[in-house]
């Protein structure tokens, strides 16, 4: 037993990908089992992620979740920001170009568009809960674009761990909300070609959101989305600890 648990603390990465390999598999088929495909396999599988990172940092008293155990330890490196962003870059490859210039100005300010909104409701919610300060709002507000815009927006303008870990709680929330939702809704809003994609994900900017949401509507769709979401992603880590910031420094004082 020794020798296996030795064997797989030294292959931590490959461990990872088994694990995760093997969750999706279980949760593509929860999907079609018990939601008949209405609810996406990958929406389940971020809530199956989070009650077992819950549960690993219950267990450990760590702050990692499963990869504080040392053989999941892995996980730490598969869901780090380097192959997230891997992911996201080789998805917006399967991109046609054509396609993006006729999305024109529409395309453009469904990106600036979606961080104002999502930035001014989340930095309006975080005030409602209390936290009234610029450095809480901003990187609430930051989060409620996307879970990655909130830390690189907290950490620039020096909020503290909780809040940090509030706006990531607020991003994955409109991740899920986004990938359950979107096959709902895109019946009635016309989400059925690549330019009705390339706006929506710029105005959801959850890039995990709006590939597993489009992957669930029409799996041509996805690299559309994901490209605008892309997009946002960077816009919002450039405008949230900037312009944002200094913009709630001068309404809240």
Known sequence: ????????????????????????????????????????GSAIAIMLGLVLAW???SVTGGEAGMADIAIFSGLGLMGGAMLRDFAIVSTAYGVDLQEIRRAGLAGALSIILGVLVSFAVGAAVAAAFGYTDPESM????????????????????????????????????????????????APFIGLNNPKSAMAYGGLMGTTSGV??????????????????ATFYTGMGCLLGPSVLYVALRAIAG
């Open 1 to 40: 037993m020794d020798l296996i648990v030795s064997v797989f603390e030294r292959n931590d990465l490959l461990v990872a990908f088994v694990v995760i390999g093997g969750l999706m598999m279980v949760s593509g088929w929860l999907s079609k089992t018990m939601t008949r495909g209405r609810l996406q």
């Open 55 to 57: 549960w690993g940092g």
């Open 138 to 185: 901003a990187t609430i507000g930051s989060g409620a674009a996307t879970y990655i815009v909130g830390p690189v927006t907290g950490t620039a303008v020096g909020a503290s761990s909780d809040v940090i870990a509030l706006s990531v709680a607020a991003g994955l929330v409109k991740a899920v909300v986004v990938m359950v939702g979107t096959p709902l809704i």
């Open 211 to 228: 590939a597993g949401g489009l992957a669930a509507t029409d799996k041509r769709l996805v690299p559309y989305g994901a490209m605008t």
